[in-house]
């Protein structure tokens, strides 16, 4: 499977406690996306990479989220002391370096499903 | 930033029958995508089309970017279609980050 993977699929935790999640992106993207999709609403933007730089942050992230491409290939997205708000569907994304003329695939992760109980 | 906005937001239909479903956005577009979203919270891939038209068996999609709007044609419809169809874009102003719309939620009956 060439696509991009996400894991755990589905966790459950208690408030207060930290997760991470993991995106592995699909092989030579150098871009890499992570969304948060809540109940009846489309994604929203958190966090890209280029390579392992994090060049741009939602006001989404608060500070108990952090975000890492250590060598410029996998990523993980830590939240820390989460809280019931936390709960949605965490979505990876990657494309390929954007082309000359502008064109940039997203191509998406089958998502984490965070419950904070 | 770039708003995006999707109608109709609940569609249900018979099989076999055709629809279509629109996405207006508020600015110029760099890229704009078209989204299934399965029940299991997938997103598939329909189209890339930030202008023009295109067509991948029962699916077609046009973009007038000088009208800023995008249409998604689905025919001769299938219970599999069913799911939430997304319509995603990026604009100069917003760099790479894709903004998409509420979505279209689409049941088809047998």
């Known amino acids: 499977d060439t696509g991009v993977s996400q894991n755990p699929r589905h966790k459950i935790t208690k408030r207060g406690q930290n997760v991470t999640f993991r995106c592995d992106p699909i092989?030579?993207?150098?871009?890499l996306y992570w969304y948060r999709q809540t109940l009846g609403q489309g994604p929203e933007f958190l966090t890209y990479f280029q390579n392992e730089a994090q060049l741009e942050k939602s006001r989404l992230l608060s500070d108990r989220f952090s975000a890492e491409r250590p060598k410029g290939s996998f990523s993980t997205l830590e939240i820390q002391r989460t809280e019931q708000g936390d709960s949605a569907m965490y979505l990876c994304?990657?494309?390929?370096?954007?082309?000359?003329?502008?064109?940039?695939?997203?191509?998406f992760g089958p998502g984490t499903r965070l419950l904070v109980l | 930033g770039i708003q995006v906005e999707q109608s109709p937001p609940d569609l249900i239909l018979q099989e076999g029958a055709n629809s279509t479903l629109r996405c207006n956005f508020s600015d110029s577009v760099n890229n704009l995508q078209w989204f299934h979203q399965n029940p299991w919270g997938q997103l598939i891939n329909l189209f890339y089309i930030p202008s023009g038209t295109k067509q991948n068996g029962r699916l077609s999609a046009t973009t007038v970017a000088t009208e800023r709007y995008s249409l998604l044609y689905i025919s001769s419809s299938q219970t599999t279609d069913s799911g939430v169809y997304f319509c995603?874009?990026?604009?100069?102003?917003?760099?790479?980050?894709?903004?998409f719309g509420e979505g279209t939620q689409l049941t088809v009956n047998p």
């Open positions: 092989s030579e993207h150098n871009r």
């Open positions: 994304a990657s494309s390929p370096k954007r082309l000359a003329g502008g064109q940039e695939t997203q191509y």
């Open positions: 995603a874009v990026d604009s100069e102003t917003s760099g790479s980050r894709l903004t």
